[in-house]
């Protein structure tokens, strides 16, 4: 183990106050919250579990360490699913973000909130001023 990796390596946790290790050294029922996503779980209310720190010249304003947070995959629920009603809501609620309120049609795409109307309203009303 490099003399990076070894500083890292703290799997009881005295030295960062949780379990930690370097990348790619966690025990492998701990998994991130993406890691639990693609398998079709969440977290389900466990508190942080252990953490994988790693040096990254990125982050050199946070001294150059960044961290995942792990969760134990065996006390991990299964994801919840939107009910049709939540679904229906949904669509709806990203429907009026794509309705421009000057020609009542559907952009295709969500409206730039700082011109609040569709490009062309918008480059028509600009035409009008000028």
């Known amino acids: ?3 990076m990796r070894a500083a890292f390596f703290d ?3 005295a030295r960062y106050g949780i379990p930690t290790w370097p990348w790619r050294m966690a025990p492998p ?3 991130t919250v993406r890691q639990l996503t693609a398998r079709g779980l969440r977290p389900g ?3 942080v579990q252990g953490q994988v720190l790693w040096r990254s010249r990125r982050y050199h ?3 150059g360490v960044r961290a995942a947070y792990l969760y134990d995959q065996r006390l991990a629920l299964p994801k919840r699913t939107a009910t049709p009603a939540q679904l229906q809501a949904l669509a709806k609620a990203l429907a009026a973000r794509r309705t421009c309120p000057d020609c009542k049609t559907d952009a295709g795409y969500v409206l730039p909130r700082h011109l609040g109307v569709c490009l062309d309203c918008a ?3 600009e035409r009008r001023a000028a």
Request: glycine content about 22%.
């Open 1 to 3: 183990m490099g003399r």
């Open 45 to 47: 209310g466990q508190y």
């Open 29 to 31: 029922h701990l998994l």
């Open 11 to 13: 799997p009881t946790g």
């Open 123 to 125: 480059e028509t009303s």
């Open 61 to 63: 304003a946070r001294g």
